[in-house]
């Protein structure tokens, strides 16, 4: 992503970053771009809110407790997207980290937004 | 930043799943209605058949005017899986009462999702669930009204062939009715 990030630095804000990965808006495509443990996928509206709701449905204390899973590996496909995520605990941990910063940060804009520009009083 | 979700859906990531909830909830009801309809016309109330088909059809149209207002929205409009609809009763007055009881649960559930479009200060939903508000007060009087009929006429003779007979002619004419 760093080279596309330098390349067309107007087209692509930093929405949020943890240590694990970083999620880009383009304003231009009107999408969003994860950049998560070396894989780079494009997300649209429907698609960034389907992966939140399926890496918040996974449930990490049970497979912090469950002994017999093995491997502690979860799948996450989502519908319509090319791309699935083979996820261990720990990076699932990241990804719905970075994901809920995400969300926050994109609510923060919202807000600004309203204040700055839909609500001129 | 442009503000992509908001441009893409008026309605919240919340207010979508509480919609949507509720769209499972009137397709259950529409089912259920349905469940009763045959029930009764197969131990011969053929007017309360009548009744519970209707009503099957009103929250059908229910859950359409749910659905398309998510999609209108902008949001994701999920068809739900309808399952665990009883089919069997014991008694005709025990149908009324599940179908009271059913009104007054999607009643509850109305107000909760109108309560969360006060917190998120969403007005556009809540006006959109003004209509069914009104719809409910029509639905529990209807069903309290038909359960009425077993106090006042009674079940004894031909208490129950009474009974059937009047269901059909419940009706709300309360001007500030639902249309």
């Not at chain 1, 049970?62 to 799948?75: A, G, Q, V, Y």
């Not at chain 2, 009883?86 to 559930?109: C, D, K, W």
């Not at chain 2, 998120?120 to 009929?149: C, G, H, I, P, S």
Request: proline share 1%; net charge negative.
């Amino acid at each position: 992503m760093a080279g596309v990030k330098t390349a067309t630095a107007s087209s692509y804000t930093e929405v949020f970053a943890n240590k694990a990965g970083t999620v880009y808006q383009s304003d231009r495509e009107g999408c969003w771009y994860i950049d998560f443990d070396g894989k780079l996928v494009r997300f649209d509206h429907r698609g960034l809110l389907k992966l939140k709701n399926s890496i918040c449905r996974v449930d990490i204390e049970e497979l912090l407790l469950n002994s017999d899973r093995s491997p502690e590996i979860e799948m996450v496909f989502i519908c319509a997207c090319n791309h699935c995520y083979f996820l261990n605990l720990l990076q699932i941990i990241s990804l719905k980290q970075l994901l809920e910063g995400t969300f926050v940060m994109l609510e923060l804009n919202q807000i600004i937004r309203d204040r700055l520009h839909r609500l001129p009083f | 930043m442009k503000d992509i979700m908001r441009v893409k859906c008026l309605l919240s990531a919340d207010i979508e799943t509480l919609l949507n909830q509720q769209i499972k909830k009137e397709a259950h009801s529409s089912a259920m209605y349905l469940a009763m309809a045959s029930w009764c016309n197969q131990n011969g109330f053929d007017y309360s058949s009548d009744y519970f088909f209707k009503q099957s059809d009103e929250e059908r149209f229910h859950q359409l005017k749910l659905f398309k207002y998510v999609l209108d929205m902008g949001g994701s409009a999920i068809s739900p899986d309808v399952s665990g609809i009883r089919q069997e009763y014991s008694s005709l007055r025990e149908v009324f009462e599940e179908a009271l009881e059913a009104e007054i649960a999607i009643t509850q559930s109305f107000k909760v999702i109108a309560a969360n479009c006060l917190k998120e200060q969403d007005f556009v939903t809540f006006e959109f669930l003004n209509w069914f508000m009104k719809e409910q007060r029509e639905e529990e009087y209807k069903a309290r009204r038909a359960l009425e009929l077993f106090e006042v006429i009674g079940e004894e003779g031909t208490g129950l062939w009474e009974i059937d007979k009047h269901v059909n002619k419940i009706k709300y004419d309360s001007e500030t009715a639902g249309e």
